[in-house]
């Protein structure tokens, strides 16, 4: 079966840096999309940045310049490059995974990230 564990999260003050880590298991990772979300508490889910099979990617505008998604095929690994940490980016980040990047069925329990002032 799929499965996503998500690391790395923390606390770090406004200004630094994080980098989350997906390890996915139970799945061709290289013919899969991947995704980071994030929920912040009385918030609704974000999709945060999506990276496609292929290795193409996007991102939400409140994070571009700053976060970073990449993947390591050999490690069925997906990463997000946290810089410029702001507060607003404290929340839940989870990783997700699906065949197509339409609709993701595929999640992982979260790490939290928290950015203090």
């Known amino acids: 079966q799929v499965r996503l564990v998500e690391s790395g999260g923390g606390s770090v003050q406004a200004g630094g840096s994080l980098r989350l880590s997906c390890a996915a298991s139970?799945?061709?990772?290289?013919?899969?999309?991947m995704a980071w979300f994030r929920q912040a508490p009385e918030k609704q889910r974000e999709e945060v940045a999506v990276?496609?099979?292929?290795?193409?990617?996007r991102y939400a505008d409140s994070v571009k310049g700053r976060f970073a998604i990449s993947k390591d095929n050999s490690k069925s690994t997906v990463y997000l490059q946290m810089n410029s940490l702001k507060p607003e980016d404290t929340a839940m980040y989870y990783c997700?995974?699906?065949?197509?990047?339409?609709?993701?069925?595929?999640w992982g329990q979260g790490t939290q990230v928290t950015v203090t002032s």
């Open positions: 139970g799945y061709t990772f290289t013919r899969y999309c």
């Open positions: 990276i496609e099979s292929a290795g193409n990617t």
């Open positions: 997700a995974a699906d065949r197509y990047c339409g609709a993701f069925h595929y």
